[in-house]
């Protein structure tokens, strides 16, 4: 896929033990401090199509093991690209939310991509985009029922659908660190000029996958409601402090206008 953003490739740690690797159009994270590895390491999505090799030499650099666990916050193809071969290499579970697993067990496809929402040229491109569910088979686990994340103490995971059934968001409530996946991104993902050069902005999930635009606004309402310090998207540039307070607080007050596109196939049932 010909689409790779400015920041592709140069990771960051925004805490001691959390660190976000930009691939091509898509962040993953490292949850795990290098200095404490007797604690492990968790990864947080897994990319890109083809960049498997990418992700191991970076945890590699960063860790002298593999991690605990990969936690998915949803199953679209930029989310779990290189699933297979990290579970393979690795030899670790996977987990995701049960309203998301019949899309990573090979029971169920997403709903195509709808380029008729309004954006630019990603959104014209995306009718091309994967949209098939992959089959993990019994190497994808439900996440526990009590909001607990396998490998992560400290953490809860946050059901935020609306852009999938069962997207997941990760947050630590000690330091008010919020890991969103495509609840919200800091980047217009429908304009390749902006997903190109990580022109900051807040937007609602990515338009042409997002299928229930009730549940995905009442989604970014949960997540404000946290009042987050730190937030690393699916896409864009992680942001933080009184900017993403700032930010949070117009899309939960404009979301119609910001988030909503104003036509599409499945946009049927909003009121503008």
């Known amino acids: 896929m010909p689409l790779t953003s400015a920041s592709s490739g140069e990771g960051l740690a925004y ?23 007797e604690d492990g390491w968790v990864l947080v999505d897994a990319g890109m199509p083809r960049s498997a090799k990418k992700i191991i030499k970076e945890a590699e650099q960063r860790f002298r093991s593999g991690p605990k666990a990969i936690i998915l916050t949803h199953g679209h193809f930029d989310h779990v690209g290189a699933i297979v071969e990290l579970i393979e290499h690795w030899n670790v579970p996977a987990y995701a939310h049960k309203l998301e697993l019949p899309y990573l067990t090979g029971e169920a496809d997403y709903p195509p991509a709808d380029p008729t929402v309004d954006g630019g040229l990603v959104t014209e491109m995306s009718p091309f ?3 098939d569910g992959i089959d993990l088979g019994d190497r994808v686990h439900p996440l526990p029922k009590d909001g607990g994340v396998p490998g992560l103490t400290g953490w809860k995971y946050i059901h935020t659908p609306g852009h999938t059934p069962g997207h997941i968001s990760l947050y630590r409530g000690t330091d008010g660190t919020l890991i ?3 609840a919200f991104v800091t980047v217009k993902q429908e304009s390749l000029y902006k997903v190109i050069m990580q022109e900051q902005e807040i937007s609602g999930p990515p338009k042409y996958f997002t299928t ?29 402090g009184e900017s993403l307070k700032a930010n949070l607080k117009l899309l939960t007050e404009k979301f119609q206008e ?4 104003e036509h599409g196939r499945y946009v049927d049932g909003i009121v503008h």
């Open 15 to 37: 805490r001691p033990d959390i660190y976000c690797y930009p691939i091509q159009i898509v962040n993953v994270c490292f949850i795990g401090d290098p200095n404490r590895e």
């Open 129 to 131: 985009f994967p949209h």
């Open 258 to 261: 910001i988030a909503v596109p």
């Open 180 to 182: 969103a996946g495509d």
């Open 212 to 240: 229930d635009w009730k549940q995905a606004e009442q989604s970014v309402k949960t997540l404000a409601a946290l009042q987050p310090y730190l937030a690393i998207t699916g896409h864009g540039e992680p942001m933080f």
